[in-house]
């Protein structure tokens, strides 16, 4: 039976054999929609982090879970899920706030969001590269204030990003991506990655992959992380790594914050060891090391590398087929399991 689209949670008519599906953040309004007219779903009405204990009790009744990155699925939090949970499945690629060999161990799936993300967070990378190094941020707090005295010779030098070298830590969806951004603006392309890309697609990115990070960190321009947080990227920049980058380098992440040691960068950024850093995602989430906020050669942006209308609704495209497609009785499309990690 289909429920009426639009229909309050409370006024829904549901079978019985409807999957009951929880969602934790408000969504985008054709996602809500949808997922009203196909399931027996909860949704928000407010839009703020469900606590943890809000969360364990969302969990308590439902088939699906439809998390977000702000809500931390720990082996705790799965361990007093109710018996019902089958599926988590997430609103976003990144899959870190999940405990997601637990969730197996539990015979709980888990989905994500991949591919759909690409475009729009490889955009945002770029924007922060030209950010960082074409000091916009500087120049529009000089036309906010009202202290421009106009042009001059010497005024607002950035660098200039044709010629120099891009390394990209991950060179996945997201890093390919950019790296083909990259070659537009005329930037040489250099990778790090857990497995060495096909011939052909390092031809057609004209990428040159480097083995030892490290080598690859101590020679670039800009680097750009795009690779996943998993146990063995926590911290893989670190201060040692981050001591190795040229002292006229930047740094960008729009990846996870815990793949950089925030407060390594801090103190290297506020020394000069490093020219400049944009980021879009922190170690511990909102609360970012206020010394960074201080310093004018960072940019920061509050985790919005896929916030885009169309890319929201595709996200939530992609959680509808996951669901429906484990409805139907077979796996979902983008199944993650902790090999893929
Ligand atoms: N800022 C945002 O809003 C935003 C949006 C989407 C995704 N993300 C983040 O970006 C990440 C990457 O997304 P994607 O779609 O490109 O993922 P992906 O799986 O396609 O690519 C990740 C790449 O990182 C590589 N990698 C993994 N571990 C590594 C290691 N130890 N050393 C080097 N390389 C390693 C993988 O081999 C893979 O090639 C996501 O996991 C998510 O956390 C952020
Ligand atoms: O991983 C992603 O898709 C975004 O960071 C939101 O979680």
Known sequence: MTAPIGASEGALTMSSKRLSVTVTRRLP????????????????????????????????????????????????????????LKLIANYGAGVDHIDVQTARQRGILVSNTPGVVTEDTADMTMALILAVTRRIP????????????GWAPTAMMGGRIAGRRLGILGMGRIGQAVARRARAFGMQIHYNNRRRLRLETEEALEATWWDSLDQMVARMDVISVNCPHTPATFHLMNARRLKLMKPDAVIVNTARGEVIDQNALTRMLRAGEIAGAGLDVYEHGQDINPRLRELSNVVLLPHMGSATREGRI??????????????????PPDLVVPAML
């Open 29 to 84: 309004d054709p996602v809500e929609i949808r997922l009203r007219e196909l399931f027996d779903v909860t949704l928000r009405d407010d839009d703020t982090p469900l606590s943890e204990a809000a969360l364990i009790e969302s969990m308590q009744t439902c088939d699906v879970l439809v998390p977000t990155v702000t809500d931390t699925i720990s082996a705790a939090v799965l361990g007093q899920a109710g018996a019902r």
């Open 138 to 149: 500087e120049g529009l707090a000089q036309m906010q204030s009202g202290d421009w005295d």
């Open 314 to 331: 595709e996200m939530g495209e992609k959680v509808l087929l996951n669901i429906k497609t484990f409805d139907d009785g077979h796996r």
